[in-house]
């Protein structure tokens, strides 16, 4: 489908940032840019790899933003179980799964840790905590774990997924 409402996350919503770098996997026709926006990561059948079944958007980033801090009282119907949280959106995820590149730059910049360039600006709002709702077939790469290790000195706490799919890590 196309783009869906994200839950009404009102004045806490801070400025993100989209670190997809594929324009294809993209999926807006852009690469990286100062809207974390996403249309989605449906894909047709044999365009991830062959023999792979289409898939419909997840909507994972979106549905976790909305969890963690959907504003309530404002008869949407939805409420995140934190009512005080600034949501700071940052989007990795394309069509076709994460860039691992993407992932760290995106972690290094929620943290403030990534230097500005004419492509990215500084993150203004640094992260106090973030949250990789994400997976990986096999090890973290080396170059995720120091984004995440540059992430926590700076501060950051970070809250990660594990166990999914039936899976240790």
């Known amino acids: 489908g196309g783009p869906r409402a994200p839950p009404v996350l009102g004045p806490r919503r801070l400025a993100g940032f989209d670190f997809v770098r594929d324009v294809w996997r993209a999926g807006d026709y852009n690469s990286r840019e100062d809207s974390a926006e996403d249309p989605g990561d449906a894909a047709r059948k044999d365009e991830c790899s062959p023999g792979a079944p289409a898939s419909r958007s997840s909507w994972h980033g979106t549905h976790v933003a909305g969890t963690i801090g959907a504003v309530a ?36 910049w929620a943290a403030g840790t990534l230097p500005e360039s004419n492509a990215i600006p500084a993150n203004r709002h640094p992260a106090a905590i973030i949250n990789l709702s994400v997976g990986f077939h096999g090890s973290c790469p080396p170059y995720v774990q120091d984004a995440i290790s540059d992430a926590l000195a700076a501060g950051a706490l970070i809250v990660a997924a594990a166990g999914n799919h039936q899976t240790s890590a």
Not at 82 to 108: E, F, H, Y
């Open 73 to 108: 009282n404002n008869q949407q119907g939805t409420t995140g179980v934190d009512w005080a949280s600034r949501i700071l959106p940052v989007r990795i995820g394309g069509k076709c799964g994460i860039d691992p590149i993407d992932l760290a730059d995106a972690i290094r």
